[in-house]
């Protein structure tokens, strides 16, 4: 039967057996409005993210302690532009147009990861950032790569590729660090310090405090609560940290048998909020870099579509 004499009820039902089913929902197919506004706010932030995750990490492609660790830093810095990219272009697909998003975020309306409020003070802190961010990331976003809107998983699958080989480069700069001396020793242990709470914020609130998670695991958006991948984050990476000597800020950190998971001590919420509510360490200087380069790249932008509208005119005029 066609659905244009289905009525609104009978759309919603046909949509939540088509999400039960795990069928995937294309831009075409009937949603409702509310899974498109949820897609649009999470997948709008995190384009948002990864382009101002770029910011970070450039600060410190000048100051590469070796022309290898240039390269691949380098690589990475581009790859996370790519990923904004490709994320956006599919939050389009939604209706929502590139300039909407990009005032929703320079304006202040949109949020981008808390993450990336945190200062880099220091090369190991890139290791820090590609094991536990980028750590972080890909277990979101294998979990994603599985979700109900077809546009953000396909984007997922070819993200977490390129994510699998910024959490390797991060993981062997602190290896190599912790091989060093103990000035690198200390410098690696100091970068864990300052970035392993941060990290677990990434997963957002706890899932009582969570308002969108109830529609976005409803609609199979989220497969798992904030706190089950939050779990699933620090299972993985406490082992890891353990191979290379590095010791987790969490004094309560313990492998609980009967669980099977480890137990852990209470993450900062109100220094998470300040920080999604713009009060952390860097809001204001991230926030300042990317509206500075979206004035300064004007001239890119006008130049591009010119250049369209020529080539436009001319094939009209052939
Ligand atoms: N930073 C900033 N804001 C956050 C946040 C965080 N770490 N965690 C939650 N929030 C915000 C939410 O956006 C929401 O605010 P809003 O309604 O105004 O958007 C509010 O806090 C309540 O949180 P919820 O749990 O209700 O929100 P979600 O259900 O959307 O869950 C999320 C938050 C887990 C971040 C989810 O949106 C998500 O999985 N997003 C996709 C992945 C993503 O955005 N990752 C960001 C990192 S990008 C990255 O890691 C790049 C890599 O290359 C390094």
Redesign the pocket.
């Known amino acids: 039967m066609s659905i244009k004499n289905l009525t609104e009820e009978e759309l919603e039902k046909r949509f939540h057996d088509r999400i039960e089913k795990g069928e995937i929902i294309e831009p075409k197919d009937w949603m409702p409005e509310r899974y498109r506004k949820q897609l649009i706010?999470?997948m709008s932030?995190?384009a948002h993210?990864?382009v101002v995750?770029m910011l970070p990490e450039g600060n410190w492609i000048t100051r590469a302690p070796s022309l290898r660790r240039k390269a691949v830093l380098l690589a990475k810095v581009q790859d996370?532009g790519g990923?904004g990219l490709y994320i956006y272009c599919g939050t389009e697909t939604l209706g929502i147009s590139r300039e909407e998003m990009l005032d929703g975020f320079l304006t202040g309306k949109a949020?981008?990861?808390?993450?990336f409020n945190y200062p880099t003070l220091n090369w190991a802190d890139m290791g820090a950032i590609g094991w536990l961010?980028?750590g972080?990331?890909i277990v979101?976003?294998t979990v994603?790569a599985k979700c109900s809107y077809g546009p953000y998983s396909r984007a997922m699958v070819r993200i977490c590729k390129e994510?699998n080989f910024?959490h390797k480069q991060g993981y062997e700069i602190l290896a190599t660090m912790m091989k060093g001396t103990d000035a690198q020793k200390q410098m690696a242990q100091d970068a864990i310090n300052r970035f392993w709470w941060p990290s677990l914020?990434?997963?957002?609130?706890s899932d009582k405090d969570?308002?969108?998670?109830g529609d976005?695991l409803k609609w199979k958006v989220?497969l798992f609560s904030?706190d089950e991948l939050r779990q699933r984050f620090i299972d993985r990476t406490v082992p890891q940290a353990e191979n290379i000597g590095i010791k987790l800020p969490d004094p309560l950190l313990k492998w609980n048998e009967a669980k099977g998971h480890y137990d852990h001590g209470d993450i900062n919420w109100e220094e998470f909020y300040n920080v999604?509510n713009g009060r952390g360490p860097c809001n204001k200087q991230r926030m300042k870099q990317r509206r500075d380069a979206h004035i300064n790249g004007e001239w890119v932008r006008d130049a591009v579509v010119a250049h369209e509208e020529k080539k436009k005119s001319e094939k009209v005029a052939a």
Do not use: C, T, W
Not at 201 to 205: A, T, Y
């Open positions: 706010r999470m932030q995190h993210s990864e995750g996370e990923h949020k981008y990861s808390s993450i961010v980028d972080a990331a979101n976003q994603l994510e910024h914020m990434m997963f957002g609130p969570s308002p969108n998670s976005l989220k904030n999604i």
